[in-house]
């Protein structure tokens, strides 16, 4: 899980490794992720999302290809 | 509230007050317990996926969003230095602690830097993207490589 600083950056890396590149998320998305996941977290009640909860969560934000679901099976590839 | 939480909180407020991880006898200390107590409830919680244990069963290697090695993922808020897993966990930092901070970390393919200031609303506005490799149904199948 990296940052890069272009797209034309993750497709280099993608490259040089012979893997296809994987859905892209900006930084927004990525603050939304890290709140919905972390922002509890030094709470005693803090727990982790449940799969359903995790699926609704990459939704919200826009993140609902098959590379997100935590219950996939498989992921296909890039769509 | 029960023992594995109360250990669970212990290792969470260590992090956020030291920026290190932890050991057994650090959360003994805290809770008015034995090192081994503490031990066997490090077991379940890695079991939980909570925490993420080194080779020896004992360290603590993650407690996401914090690090308990260095990465080349740091935060910097109130004066205090972490260590993050990845690049979602450098955002999961300000967002766990509720404070502003900078995250200093590069890009995955040249090792550019970047320093991205993170405000109580979120992050500065950036084109940087974050991308990854595994699935997220495979993540927790080598926490450390994904």
Known sequence: MLFFRSEERVSEWCGERGVDPRPLVTVPQ?????????????????RRPGPDEIRAIFARI????????????SFAGPS | ????????????RHFADTGEAPSTVDVAGRLGCTSSEVSDAFTRLRLQRLILLQEDGATIRM????????????????????????????LGI?????????????????????????????????????????????????????
């Open chain 2, 94 to 146: 300000p967002a766990a602690l509720h404070q502003t901070a900078v995250v200093y970390s590069e890009c995955g393919q040249t090792g550019e830097p970047l320093r991205l200031e993170v405000g109580s609303a979120g992050p500065e506005a950036s084109n940087w993207l974050f991308h990854c490799l595994v699935p997220a149904a495979q993540w927790w199948v080598d926490l450390v490589f994904t």
């Open chain 2, 1 to 12: 509230m029960d023992f594995d939480t109360q250990v669970k909180i212990s290792v969470y």
């Open chain 1, 30 to 46: 990525l603050w939304q992720l890290a709140t919905a996941w972390y922002s509890s977290r030094l709470d005693a009640t803090a």
């Open chain 2, 63 to 90: 407690a996401p969003p914090f690090s308990g090695v260095p990465t080349p993922h740091r935060v910097e808020s109130a004066g205090r230095w972490y260590f993050a897993n990845c690049a979602w966990d450098a």
């Open chain 1, 62 to 73: 826009g993140l609902a290809d098959p590379f997100w679901d935590p219950q996939a099976d």
